[in-house]
């Protein structure tokens, strides 16, 4: 199982499903999600991502969270675990302890509360991350959770160390994905987080994808992969933007839980503060969404 | 010592030093700071706020800068530690940190990374926080970092429970903040954290000010809160806000910092990534606005 | 009467009242907002600005529209006409024909579809107008319409020029109010003209208001300038603060215009397109709100 | 010669030279523009767009512009006549005017200065102008400019009236321009406007391209269509999209004219106010980047 090579096919940022009494990590549910996941031909899984809701989690749940992951999925794909802080020794603690259970690489973020006053302030944060790091890196672009893009300079800087690997960038900007593909050595992986422009990113230079919705119809995905230089491709794209959207309005852990307690993956839709999961008027809209993602796709996701 | 009664007046929001060359919080010239503040007539202290760069430091740091300025102060001032976590047991966990090292209160924001998809999410936050509080709270709005402002239907509501007895505003929105004044029982404060916005909020029923550009001249600051009303208070508004001026361009603790140094207060105007310090270029125009500061102040600071 | 006088009080910013069925201007219902304005104590009448709806109106109708305005008022009240629009000969134009109808002033903005690359194109752009300008102009500040705010050295550079007599600013932003006041002369005259901050602006040192609030209760308004520097002014802002609320969410020409028409000025609320009138359950928000504004008034206004 | 077929194409939207001593509209230069245009294979003319300047120019001035580029097209290629206002009397006289003069077809925008408070309200704009206009129309979306987007509903609804033909998305927003081509019949055009977007743009659907740059290399542009779907396209998108990172900084007009002065077809690069043109430290890229250009391009232009 190769990293680099499971992460041009799909990976999922995995949800992280609560007991909706406790407000505990619900470990089964967890596991069916795997199980879901790997039996309909996902490639990689990324747990503790903004969908995994890490900022809820605690670094002890973070850890416990990828290690169930990775005892779960038993090598079949290789596993990126959330390593994202605030403070470098953090974040390299964050990977350490997803090293000690098995993660294959990481992913790592800017300073997210009070952000760079300079595009040196983050490259010199992911300089002393590298420096120390015991697993592989992914980049992780994502202004609207970080406040600040990756600039394409310091992209340009850090992609060029042997254990930074790749970028998953969810800024929704095109411009931005070819900008990272045209300035990173041929081997740097660029990998689109954004669902709605997977088969655009693919089609320019885009090396895979990591995309919450594979929750709700991972064959579909796979699909998608193969036939993105096809016509067929823009079908099943405009099938996935039609579940993207509510994501926009109510975000990615509430929408994606949403439509997996709908496939029956998963027992509750139950998210953390600050959260709160989609309102009963939103429902309808997603659930539609993820039956025409099942209508769409040519072959059905394993029961 | 009264806590409510100190925030009536001048807090600083403290900068937390580092020696250069290890990177390592420089405690003697915290303790500079602070003897700097408190022979000079500030009222509050506030570790591990924003400009504290409290992001940029581990759980453990955290509670070591609270440790040193609660003992520090010494009881002569009221000691309100920086909380902000965005997980309810990584928040509470800080409280108790900072109770158990003689904290009198402890200022949260709302979670920072993935933001709250609708207001219930932060209020919910907010109250699972405030029901196991050991220590009273002050919210802290500050939208630039947290991706999204207090709503003033949620502050409303959590303003009316016991431990909660304020909010620090950063927003530089004046109308937020007299909304925040208007639609808050008489006895909960409303403090203003843009120091460029000082004299119109205490002239909008604001009840004090917690200001990082208070270490360039406490003196100044505390004639600024008795002269607020007076056509002096506008004087004395001005020439901060001069001062404002590049800490919108580089960033709180930089600019802080470099004041500092130029007082001779602390020896080196270090930060953290993903800061970096304000460029040569920069420093003139922080020099000049610092000098002006205490030339306009009717009473110098002591030495 | 003299202008700057006049502009030291309050000045309303007209709306232009529409025949529901034909569209057109309704001259009538014009003139009885002027009547009800002038009998109620308002300083000045400023037609066809944003209230104005100026840019739904050809130059002819906005030139009927000051016409109107100028004749009815008769010299009781100075009038300010808009005179906006992006290029140097229009707004030349524009305030060559509010002077042949006898304005007394105009208002001017910078160009507002593509936007000045630096600030010198506005510095520019307003010095090509204040050459030729046959009357005294009054800059006016508000980037959410013009894309831009006016800069403040733009602001400082023109405000020493004889004929710019004045800004109106409705950035919202209280720190670039206090500039303003800050950087220009004494005698030129900084307005607020957004309606939230009236009396924090006057506190700051601003010169007058221009407010489109000022329709629904004119007294109130008279009564709020005198006051402002006590604690009623407070209680009175925070009343004209509640029915601003509204004009975010739907604009100001229409949540001024259900006002009036609740009030029994004119009509009918018809407005132009892109606006559409307050939808049937946003009305009484605005209806309650206007209903206490006049019982917040120690005088009423005259029926 | 069929406008939809020549909008398929590459289609320019036109500079306006000015003489830099008398700021007028340098004619002369104008025609070498178009003719360096048709010999080098453009398929359609946008007289009057942003990069036009055409909010800089009066309505004289436009149809003038309109009416040199029609004639010296002489029936060689379409003319697509910038027409937007911020009225519909204004708007449709626009159009009429450049009926007269023999475009065949004209843009138009919302309206910009006030925003639509609900898409409702720039439907209702777009469905007054469509009902009277004597030639086609192209809806215009550019968010930057004109405040608000047209709306997927907005669109989806007026793009199935007879004489609105397409719609040129300046946006930037990749799911956008997708959204734009899946909601609307298949001859409605979905023409990119967004340089830096092209390739991925015709890859997901997109009709054809309206691109300032096409300037700086027309030949080159006619490559890049044709070889969209190729490797090749790659290439050719990113030596565009480098000469497009100087127009986020300095806007499309004074960067297309100063690659037009350094290419030799016009002799000044001058603009009116708001702009400015590219300052001197600023054309060094400009210039390199159009060289760049050219050099990629497998065919020279000629001269």
């Not at 031909?41 to 991502?49: A, E, N, S, V």
């Not at 900007?173 to 050595?185: H, N, Q």
């Not at 997996?260 to 008027?281: C, E, K, N, Q, Y």
């Not at 539609?288 to 996701?301: H, I, Q, V, Y």
Request: glycine share 8%.
């Amino acid at each position: 199982m190769d990293l680099s090579r499971a992460l041009e096919g799909m990976t999922t940022p995995l949800v992280t499903p609560f007991d909706p009494e406790s407000d505990e990590i619900d470990e089964a549910a967890l596991e069916d999600v795997v199980d879901h996941l790997l039996e309909n031909g996902i490639d990689g899984l990324f747990p503790c991502g903004t969908t995994g809701e890490f900022a809820s989690l605690t670094p002890d749940e973070r850890t416990r969270v990828t290690e169930l992951v990775v005892k779960h999925a038993d090598g079949e794909v290789p596993v990126l675990a959330g390593a994202a802080a605030t403070t470098v020794p953090e974040t390299l603690t964050a990977i350490e302890d997803a090293a000690d259970v098995g993660a294959d690489a990481a992913a790592i973020v800017p300073p997210y509360f009070h952000t760079a006053n300079a595009p040196a302030g983050n490259r010199q944060f992911f300089e002393s991350v590298a420096d120390e790091s015991p697993l592989p890196l992914v980049l992780y672009n994502i202004p609207t959770c970080t406040g600040l893009r990756i600039e394409p300079e310091t992209l340009e800087s850090i992609a060029t160390r042997e254990n930074v690997i790749g970028i998953k960038d969810s800024s929704g900007d095109l411009e931005y994905f070819r900008t990272a593909v045209r300035r990173t050595p041929e081997e740097f992986l660029v990998l689109q987080g954004y669902d709605a422009l997977l088969v655009p990113a693919l089609r320019m230079g885009g090396d895979g994808g990591v995309n919450a919705l594979s929750h709700a119809a991972p064959t579909l995905f796979g699909e998608l992969l193969e036939a993105a230089d096809e016509e067929r491709g823009l079908i099943l794209q405009d099938a996935v933007s039609t579940l993207f959207e509510p994501c926009n309005e109510y975000g990615f852990a509430p929408v994606t839980k949403a439509a997996l307690v709908h496939r029956g993956v998963i027992p509750s839709d139950s998210v953390r503060p600050p959260l709160v999961s989609v309102p009963a008027d939103g429902r309808e809209a997603i659930e539609t969404a993820t039956d025409d993602l099942l209508e769409t796709a040519s072959r059905s996701d394993h029961a």
